[in-house]
């Protein structure tokens, strides 16, 4: 919300400290009964016109551009290329209050807030990171399992609050995306083992998809935000060379110079790109390693790699 109309609304309630009583001192619980009773009386309100004229022209409630056979076609050949280890998670629409804002720097204003103390998902790589934590902390008590590592992936319909200027972008869209967490193993043996997983799905995906009617062309990976040296030197051997063997069509670049982020992502981001009929390039899918699980788990030695593709541009863009 803007800063005068919230000095506008403190103003019109007539009551100092509005503002600190609802967002410190009231418990979370209480603040839900109270605006539970605050939208009960407002739906109560509404009538048939109204609900249709708020779903005519609330960006928020309209339906997808895409078909959703088109999309399920290309969610199957994502499920089918992340492979039988990937544990696939149909994730719940909503996760609790501040996921978004506590794990990345990301403002609570561009997330949907519920009533409830929940929050719309905004990024389902977040929810991954929770489940992994969870999977891992069990792992982490039993000797035979604690080196163990988690796979998961999910496709999900995301909305986010802010507004877009692309044409064609949306306030809700869908991504397939893809968890790995575990512990680390010396010489960087475990990130590369990870990041190859992760790129062999999408790589195997957009090799897949012409075959469904989408057209990509001229793919290419870039790897990016690279402060260490010592991974920086294994990328070639480590990874490339091998991704370049499976996928001959696919160039692999690294950007060493090149930030994109601040305190998000660790060690190495990655970027794929590819070219629609018209020749025009767009960027598909990234993902990199975060600390999410190490703060979640407060163990530095467990590491968590996110990334996610846009299955919904594929279909837009590409077709």
């Known amino acids: 919300m803007a800063q005068p109309a919230l000095d506008r609304i403190l103003r019109a309630s007539g009551m100092a400290g509005l503002l600190e ?3 410190q001192q009231i418990t979370l619980s209480d603040l839900q009964s109270l605006l539970l009773a605050v939208y009960r009386a407002r739906a109560a309100q509404q009538t048939p016109a109204r609900v249709l004229d708020q779903y005519l022209h609330n960006r928020f409630v309209r339906p997808g551009p895409v078909s959703l056979r088109a999309r399920a076609e290309v969610d199957r050949l994502a ?3 992340a492979g039988p280890a990937c544990e696939a998670l149909d994730l719940a629409p909503v996760c609790p209050l501040g996921t978004v804002a506590a794990l990345g720097p990301v403002d ?25 934590a969870v999977r891992r902390r069990a792992q982490r008590h039993d000797p035979a399992t604690a080196g163990d590592r988690v796979r998961l992936c999910t496709s999900q319909r995301l909305l986010r609050t802010q507004y877009y200027n692309q044409p064609g972008v ?14 680390a193993d010396a010489g960087y ?11 062999s799905c999408y790589l195997a995906l957009l090799a897949a998809v012409p075959a469904i009617g989408h057209r990509v062309q001229d793919v290419r990976v870039v790897f990016t935000d690279l402060p260490n040296p010592a991974f920086l030197e294994r990328l070639p051997d480590g990874l490339i060379a091998p991704l370049t063997q499976r996928f001959p069509g696919t160039r692999l670049e690294c950007d060493p110079g090149r930030s994109t982020t601040q305190s998000y992502y660790e060690l190495v981001r990655f970027h794929i790109y590819a070219r629609d009929p018209a020749g025009a390039e767009h960027e598909l899918a990234d993902g990199g390693f975060t600390d999410w699980t190490q703060q979640l788990l407060s163990d530095q030695k467990e590491r968590l790699l996110i990334s996610g593709i846009a299955t919904e541009r594929i279909c837009t863009l590409f077709r």
């Open 108 to 132: 609570q204003n561009r997330v949907l807030t519920t009533i409830r103390n929940t929050e719309v998902v905004s990024d389902c790589t977040n929810v991954l990171a929770l489940e992994c």
């Open 21 to 23: 009583f609802l967002g």
């Open 170 to 183: 949306n306030a809700h869209f869908s991504i397939f995306a893809l968890g790995t967490a575990g512990r």
């Open 79 to 81: 499920l089918e290329c």
């Open 189 to 199: 043996r475990w990130e590369l083992e990870a990041l190859g997983e992760h790129l």
